[in-house]
């Protein structure tokens, strides 16, 4: 009876760690930028953002600064099964701190924290997914926070370079119930660790209305550990289990691995009043091909799963319209495909679609203070989960809202 539930319970965590890995590339650090869905990154120049995107971009602030803001991003899904229809919908706030030093007009330092990936999913604890598929999954959140340094350098003949160093901290957490054990069997994995990454950036203006921006930033591997918490509801199946040696605490481990990608940046303004941007992105996703994964529940064993992602292109479009001195309005448009092969490939963790972003924004500036706002509403194409070993297939409706306010002080 043992080794039969210990097989059990370790066949559902294969599917219960592997969305602690994969997450999702976050760009909500900006406010000028989601108004424009993202398009120009980093060349526009209306904020202190460039240290995420592009650290070359730091050298069109004609003034140091400081920035600080929050993202409110919508969490919408409607999964329906055979067995009915499960919803989620919540608010995940993403705030972030930037701040810009222009030494001189040559060199340009700056510094920030944010969170450039991240991942929430939450089922009822009786739910269709939760209680019928043979993963049991409930909840998975992922966190990785970035703590940037960067540095950059304008030559005379339009050129510059920049490059930043990345302290990265992630943190995760996945909950299910294990189907397979009566007694109210729950499962909560944690984990969390540190990592390191660096980018580099380049960006040449063609004149002041005209410039174009290429950046890298490099793959990190997050060497984590945490506990892993297995425990009962019945009593009486809680001791068993105990004597069994089922329940407890236990030690989990994970090094996954965050992509690298690739990202160009354009700058146009044809008009006084009127510029138009745009970005293409690579996001090199094939590195999670597999998800490593270990627990000692009830012995170290591997938890490799296999999620096969596919590298991805994000094409974005903006358009800049300056009112007068004080007001700018802006909106994009972007088509930003998911990594996720096919059906079988696609989790209840991670029910990732194809989206196509439609967004708006506008600054306000007055003195030494500029205040910003951006929208973007998420169009999900419907996917499905379908015939793998621990999903309950469904047909996803998925949609999202953000929210981004804003705030700059320039001296």
Do not use: C
């Not at 004609?62 to 067995?83: L, N, P």
Request: proline residues 4%; aromatic residues 16%.
């Amino acid at each position: 009876m043992k080794n039969i539930y210990a097989v059990s319970a370790l066949a559902l965590l294969l599917g219960a760690t592997s969305a602690h890995a994969a997450g999702y590339q976050l760009n909500e650090f900006s406010a000028t930028g989601l108004g424009r869905a993202f398009a120009g990154a980093a060349v526009v120049g209306d904020d202190f953002s460039a240290i995420g995107f592009n650290p070359a971009g730091m050298t069109l602030a004609k003034r140091s600064g400081i920035q600080t803001g929050v993202t409110f991003t919508e969490i919408a899904a409607k999964a329906k099964s055979k067995y009915g229809t499960d919803k989620m919908d919540y608010f995940v706030p993403l705030p972030s701190l930037i701040g810009q030093y222009n030494i001189n007009n040559k060199w340009f330092i700056g510094g920030g924290v944010y969170v450039p990936y991240g991942l929430s999913t939450k089922y009822k604890h009786d739910s269709h997914v939760a209680t019928q598929s043979a993963g049991g999954v409930r909840k998975s959140e992922l966190e990785v926070i970035d703590t940037n340094l960067s540095l950059a350098y304008k030559f005379d003949n339009g050129l510059s370079l920049g490059a930043s160093a990345i302290l990265r901290h992630i943190s995760g957490q996945l909950t299910s119930n294990v189907n397979a054990m009566p007694g109210g069997v729950y499962s909560d994995f944690r984990v969390k660790g540190w990592s390191h990454s660096y980018q580099l950036g380049a960006m040449y203006e063609f004149n002041e209305n005209t410039r174009i921006g290429l950046a890298y930033r490099y793959k990190s591997t997050q060497h984590t550990h945490g506990k892993h918490y297995i425990t009962a509801d019945d009593p009486t199946y809680a001791a068993i289990y105990e004597a069994m040696g089922l329940t407890g605490k236990f030690k989990s481990m994970s090094d996954p691995e965050l992509p690298a990608s690739w990202v160009l940046s354009g700058y146009h303004k044809f008009a006084p009043k009127w510029a138009t941007s745009f970005t293409v992105k690579y996001v090199m996703w094939h590195r999670f091909y597999t998800f490593p994964g270990k627990t000692s529940w009830p012995a170290r064993q591997n938890l490799d799963v296999d999620y096969k992602w596919k590298d991805t292109w994000t094409f974005a479009l903006g358009q800049e319209y300056y009112m007068n001195d004080n007001w700018t309005l802006r909106a994009g448009i972007a088509w930003d495909p998911t990594p996720t092969p096919s059906n079988t490939y696609r989790t209840n963790r991670i029910p990732d679609t194809d989206r196509l972003w439609t967004s708006a924004g506008f600054s306000y500036m007055t003195g030494n203070h500029q205040f910003d706002f951006g929208y973007a509403h998420l169009f999900m194409m419907h996917g499905r989960v379908r015939n793998n070993s621990t999903d309950l297939n469904a047909k996803y409706h998925n949609h999202s809202n953000m929210f981004a306010f804003q705030y700059q002080y320039k001296f």
